[in-house]
């Protein structure tokens, strides 16, 4: 209940939006102040008292065409303002909102909108034809109605509607479904509730605190992914200010600009996009007197890079966070003050988060033996949409299985060793070596094709395919690549390729991933 003073007496308004999700959450700040900004891209500044009203207006377009509670509303966007009021207003709907990649291809799209079952689909205009393209699939896809968000009969349609009111919605359901691919190649949805999301901002603030200063978000990395949906969410939970910028090439001259002029206080980014920004001339002579927080995560960074960003950001407090889309984005805190001893390791469970290191039985292993990390508690996903199988093989023994192998040492640190999943992480994105070699497996002239990661300076790591021919007519690198980009995202199609007459294997007629790996590494 809320009280507003009129004539005579005051009068009660019944607020329906108690509860912890995104939507309440922005319908408090916007009660309590309505001028502060929520968002700001390039020139473009959204209030909270705006945000929520777009975001009630779209939620009721959406219900007018049939989205109700626990339908899927499908997100094929760049990031842009719009994108925060298709959350928002998901969110008001108890609707599951599905972000997808924009970089992927139109087949990759459609499996990803039948899979879901997206009722509904929220596209930019550049994107319109890939998911018109995606939508004339035969694979069944459900989609009903599609709202061009950066158009003139989208601004009419949120004039003309009236802002549907808060309801609270069942915070044990799915707020959110992000797809992340598996080593069999197919992409699974990973369903986030809207209380896993809000106990993973609690831990979040509680590891590294949260002054009034320091209410300035920066957000370089696209919404679709795990840190940029987090870095929004953890945002507008606690009233800030998030600085979007559009999807494109990174741009380490323009994120320096903006960490100055726009004051930013809390940015995320990969250790390569650290690398390009510390090492970037035009860094010279800057203070950021209000730079507070920095944080790496999706890769390692070496003992030296830490350095050099200390060095550049005397002020900021840095920290890694280490985990994965189905626990919120990060399980594991390597606090600011830890990072300079141990810039290797991943540091410790965050709060809401139990953590084990057990054997294939499920047996904890001691202290500097290898094992596979495991998790439970409320920042632990659902389970995977539409896959019970799967899901039950993750969670297998009742804990969460990461697919990671890692290693504590006596004091509790923690220390990833290697990933039992086959998956290259290159600039932050992770590229899943089944689901590549599945689709270079369709070339005519490839027979065997196997895809590992190689080390790359400005990337981390790299996806390289090795083939062996189908026949005698061995097909070229250049057709291999162009097959590639035919079919996958560009991130995912590799880098280098190599023919070869045969790939190392073991008695059992497996490919010897970690030979390969190796040949692959050392350049043979």
Known sequence: ?????????????????????????????????????????????????????????????????????????????????????????????????????????????????????????????????????????????????????????????????????????????????????????????????????????TARYAHMGFPNSCRVSLCAVPLFHIAGFATYLSTAFVGGRLVLMPSGAFDPARIIDVLDTEQISLAFFVPSQWQAIVRHPSIEGRTFPHFQAGNWGAAPASAQLVREIRDAFPTVSLTSAFGQTEVCSSAMV?????????????????????????????????????????????????????????????????????????????????YVVDRIKDMIISGGENIYCAEVENVLAGHPKVGTVAVVGAPDERWGEVPVAVVVPRGEDAPSAEEIEAYGREHLAAYKVPKRITIVAAMPMNASGKILKGELRSLVREGR
């Open 1 to 201: 209940m809320a009280v507003q003073a009129g004539e005579g007496r005051p009068e009660v308004l019944d607020i329906h939006g108690q509860g912890n999700s995104l939507s309440a959450q922005v319908g408090r700040h916007a009660r309590q102040t309505p001028d502060s900004v929520a968002l700001t891209f390039g020139s473009r500044t959204t209030t909270y008292a705006e945000l929520h009203d777009r975001a009630g207006r779209l939620a009721t377009v959406l219900a007018d065409r049939g989205v109700t509670a626990g339908e899927r509303v499908a997100l094929l966007m760049t990031n842009r303002p719009e994108y925060a009021e298709a959350l928002v207003a998901c969110s008001r709907l108890g609707a599951i909102a599905v972000p997808l990649n924009f970089r992927l291809t139109a087949a990759e799209v459609a499996y990803q909108l039948a899979d879901s079952g997206a009722c509904a689909l929220l596209v930019d205009a550049g994107l319109h034809d890939r998911a018109s393209e995606a939508m004339r699939s035969p694979a069944g896809i459900a989609v009903a109605t599609t709202i061009v968000v950066d158009s003139d009969d989208y601004e009419r349609d949120l004039a003309a509607a009236e802002p549907r009111p808060e309801t609270r919605v069942d915070e044990d359901c799915a707020a959110v479904i992000l797809y992340t691919s598996g080593t069999t190649g197919k992409p699974k949805g990973a369903m986030l509730s809207h209380r896993n999301l809000y106990a993973w901002v």
């Open 334 to 414: 390597l606090r600011a003050e830890d990072a300079a001893e141990r810039p290797d390791s991943v540091g410790k469970p965050m709060l809401n988060v139990e953590a084990r290191v057990v054997d294939p039985e499920m047996n904890d292993v001691a202290p500097g033996e290898v094992g596979e990390i495991v998790y439970r508690g409320p920042t632990v996903m659902l389970g995977y949409w539409n896959a019970p199988e799967k899901t039950a093989e993750a969670f297998r023994g009742g804990w969460f299985h990461s697919g990671d192998l890692v290693r504590v040492d006596e004091d509790g640190f923690c």
